[in-house]
T-cell receptor
Framework: DTAVSQTPKYLVTQMGNDKSIKCEQN?????MYWYKQDSKKFLKIMFS???????INETVPNRFSPKSPDKAHLNLHINSLELGDSAVYFC??????????????FGQGTRLTVV | GNSVTQMEGPVTLSEEAFLTINCTYT??????LFWYVQYPGEGLQLLLK?????DKGSNKGFEATYRKETTSFHLEKGSVQVSDSAVYFC???????????FGTGTRLQVFP
């Protein structure tokens, strides 16, 4: 059983298109995240949701819109894709917010290539 | 703001060599500290963690000690294997903002 699963694993699309990446966790965690990893492997948090509510929204273009239908799912929708959006996007979840030993469990990543 | 600084890679070692990957942090308060590992083509996995000063995290032969006085959390392993080749990320968890902040990652390459 995969704890945090993302689909698709690979996504190649043209500039200007709209695409979504889905994420589901079966760990019963309250908090879910989206991270972006660029070509130099640098990881940056984009969003964090706790029980379907937005907690963290970093400086991300508003073309990126997360949606959490329930606490087990956090999908990422991207409008008007640009070349600079090409990256690996990781979904993650953690048991609770503000915990002393909060650790995040990561999905396998979605490699997005915009051409 | 809070941040994590890691040594730049790649780190290239022969099998059975000693490994150190340096990590220092800047934080207000008392964060938890983590090392994550990313094997080729995979997501990040927690390798070890420490939640307070002087704690030592250990797993799979890797160790790191939470040093408040030097704000460091260096990763060490006495004898690396080819299978340890991966990218290693140091991270801190800010309880106030609920962010997990990562360093830039250090690529380790181990040759037989």
């Amino acid at each position: 059983d995969t704890a945090v699963s993302q689909t698709p694993k690979y996504l190649v699309t043209q500039m200007g298109n709209d695409k979504s990446i889905k994420c589901e966790q079966n760990l019963g965690h309250d908090t879910m995240y989206w991270y972006k990893q660029d070509s130099k492997k640098f990881l940056k948090i984009m969003f964090s949701y706790n029980n379907k509510e937005l907690i963290i929204n970093e400086t991300v273009p508003n073309r990126f819109s997360p949606k959490s239908p329930d606490k087990a799912h956090l999908n990422l929708h991207i409008n008007s894709l640009e070349l600079g959006d090409s990256a690996v996007y990781f979904c993650a979840s953690s048991p609770m917010t503000g915990a002393v030993n909060t650790e995040a469990f990561f999905g396998q990543g979605t490699r997005l290539t915009v051409v | 703001g809070n941040s994590v600084t890691q040594m730049e890679g790649p780190v290239t070692l022969s099998e059975e060599a000693f490994l150190t990957i340096n990590c220092t942090y800047t934080a207000t308060g008392y964060p938890s500290l983590f090392w994550y590992v990313q094997y080729p083509g995979e997501g990040l996995q927690l390798l070890l963690k420490a939640t307070k000063a002087d704690d030592k995290g250990s797993n799979k032969g890797f160790e790191a000690t939470y040093r408040k006085e030097t704000t460091s959390f260096h990763l060490e392993k006495g004898s690396v294997q080819v299978s340890d080749s991966a990218v290693y990320f140091c991270a801190l968890s800010d309880r106030n903002t609920d962010k997990l902040i990562f360093g830039t990652g250090t690529r380790l390459q181990v040759f037989p």
